[in-house]
């Protein structure tokens, strides 16, 4: 299954993202990726089964210039539409407020996070999603999310210090599938059985496949 994969910026390198999602190849995953979206020819997403953003709207190396255009975020939002897959990784979550568009597709927001500390990972056991997934606790980044669709299904709870988050949930859009997962700055996350489950378990669902 092809998977074309926006990564990179000034906070989460490329190459921590494929240190997360490498052990996941042998299941039938085809990881391409991309850190120049210049090189996107966004006429041929649909050769891909799924988009993964795990790109905060940045640059790699300009906080201040934001890479979604709304031609792009369109281009989004048409490839789910039409059948495809978005799974939204950790800082892909991140500075979209203002992409109306993208935000949409997604069902939320992101609004901000303290500083790394001790997080709970606790996954809803009746979801799909969450099956064979147990909770646990590592030191991460909380993000706070705002979730804007009423219809969309929460499949992991963050706990900590700060309070609870919705970390993971998953909606629909025309004949695709959308899947947000926001954990993930520190790679003990990345690297952890439960969570490398989840993640497999998203990567299915997104590209319309049942988990396992």
């Known amino acids: 299954m092809s998977v074309l994969v926006f990564a990179g910026d000034p906070w989460h390198p490329v ?29 041929h997403l649909g050769e891909h089964a799924i988009i993964v953003l795990a790109k905060a709207n940045f640059t790699p190396t300009d906080t201040d210039a934001p890479w979604m255009s709304q031609s792009m975020q369109q ?4 490839f789910v539409r039409e059948g495809g897959g978005l799974l939204v990784l950790h800082s892909g979550a991140a500075g979209y407020a203002d992409a109306s568009t993208l935000r949409r597709l997604m069902g939320g927001v992101f609004c901000g996070h303290p500083e790394p500390c ?11 999603i969450a099956r064979k997934c147990e909770a646990f606790e590592s030191v991460d980044e909380q993000y706070a999310m ?10 992991l709870v963050t706990e900590s210090e700060h309070g609870s988050q919705p970390a993971g949930w998953l909606r ?10 926001t954990p993930g700055h520190n790679a003990d996350v990345w690297s952890h059985p439960s969570y490398q489950k989840l993640l497999l378990n998203a990567l299915r669902w997104s590209g319309g ?3 396992a």
Request: aromatic share 10%; charged share 25%.
């Open 172 to 181: 629909h859009e025309g004949e695709g599938r959308v899947c947000i997962l």
């Open 75 to 78: 281009s989004f939002t048409d």
């Open 15 to 43: 190459e921590s993202l494929q240190e997360g999602l490498v052990g996941l190849q042998p299941f039938g995953f085809d990881f391409s990726w991309t850190e120049n979206v210049d090189d996107v020819d966004t006429a």
């Open 146 to 155: 705002k979730l804007e669709d009423d219809g969309a299904e929460i499949f």
């Open 209 to 211: 496949g049942a988990v």
């Open 118 to 128: 001790p997080v709970r990972f606790q996954p809803v056991a009746s979801h799909p």
